[in-house]
């Protein structure tokens, strides 16, 4: 029933605008969810503000990339799984090695240092109610067990696709070979992961925003297993994650499509206007620059356009400077920064008393 879900989510996905820019905003969402899982408070304006000036400061235009990364830490967790998700899409395998330089970017060290975690780490929830968990030891303990992972998530497998990576996931996990980059590492494989193996076309799942909201179930399910209970409790556990958080993206989806409908009414204007408008669904952080990129217009007409939403009340201006402006479509950053409630499956879950 997973892989179903995922199969509609793929179809509804190119029915947008610019699925590859709602691939943006699901991995931004996924950095955001990880970050938080991480322990680094953040949200998802913050998220697609930084990458957009990062975007900038490579072009050469605004604040320069050291300065904007000593302000927002938020750009290095960025950088670090952009580098992972240009890797793969440049055709680059995923591998030992591509975790292991994302992990050290997460880090602050050198990509190109070689070496696994050297100290004991462990899986502990936020609230703390959770006993810690330990995961493998460093040393040659670790550095055999992550080569022997990285070989087996090519191999061939009997379970289904979904429950493969379900494993994958959990020993991944459980290896955490940085340092403090576990749920990063782990958000970077499944969502590559449901595409090699051809699940999604496009990274289009952000699974760790579920993980992030069931935390304490999902540490009780890890730990049941460490503690030798059954496998099979996980995998049904990360498969209803999977969709349930594919559900929602499909609900996200449809709001995400009568949001674009009430704004195009909203803003009127010639037939730029309602193209530009159309594209904030998926890109609702933006500015002159990234229009004329985007859309091949000149800086003049970007400009008028801009002027225009900001008037009809579609676009705000994030920082009030005169020039290198940043625009924000707050009705679409609300859509994808809060969750959409699953419906209930039935009469009786919709009138259940609320969970303690």
């Known amino acids: 029933m997973a892989e179903h879900t995922l199969g509609e989510l793929n179809e509804r996905t190119r029915g947008l605008p610019d699925h590859a820019m709602f691939e943006l905003c699901t991995r931004l969402r996924e950095v955001q969810s990880a970050a938080e899982m991480a322990g680094t408070s953040a949200d998802f304006s913050e998220s697609w503000m930084t990458s957009l000036l990062l975007t900038r400061a490579a072009e050469g235009v605004g604040e320069p990339e050291e300065v904007l990364l000593e302000r927002a830490p938020m750009g290095r967790l960025l950088q670090a799984v952009e580098h992972g998700a240009q890797r793969l899409a440049g055709g680059g395998p995923f591998d030992a090695e591509l975790l292991c330089e994302v992990g050290r970017k997460l880090a602050g060290g050198d990509p190109a240092e070689p070496g696994l975690r050297t100290g004991q780490s462990w899986l502990a929830d936020r609230k703390g109610d959770q006993p810690r968990i330990l995961t493998v030891p460093p040393g040659a303990l670790l550095h055999s067990a992550f080569a ?133 669904i998926t890109a609702p952080v933006t500015s002159n620059r990234a229009l004329e990129t985007v859309y091949g217009m000149a800086n003049r007409t970007a400009t008028q356009v801009t002027r225009h939403l900001v008037q009809v009340g579609i676009l705000e201006i994030v920082d009030g400077k005169s020039y290198n402006k940043v625009f924000v479509c707050q009705p679409v950053l609300d859509l994808y920064a809060l969750q959409v409630p699953l419906a209930p499956e039935s009469d009786r879950d919709a009138f259940a008393p609320p969970a303690d």
């Not at 993206?249 to 674009?260: E, F, G, S, Y």
Request: proline share 5%.
């Open 148 to 280: 022997q992972w990285s070989t087996w998530i090519d191999a061939p497998h009997s379970l289904p696709r979904v429950g493969k990576i379900s494993l994958g996931h959990l020993h991944l996990a459980l290896l955490d070979p940085h340092q403090g980059a576990g749920p990063y590492l782990t958000s970077i494989y499944d969502a590559s992961a449901m595409v090699r193996a051809g699940l999604l076309r496009d990274q289009v799942l952000a699974l760790s925003t579920w993980l992030d909201e069931h935390e304490q179930e999902y540490h009780a399910h890890i730990r049941a297993v460490v503690d030798g209970g059954p496998i099979e409790d996980w995998i049904l556990f990360f498969a209803g994650a999977v969709r349930a958080q594919a559900t929602e993206q499909l609900a996200l989806i449809d709001k995400l499509n009568a949001l674009r409908r009430s704004l195009v009414a909203q803003a009127k204007g010639s037939p730029t206007v309602q193209r530009v408008v159309s594209g904030l």
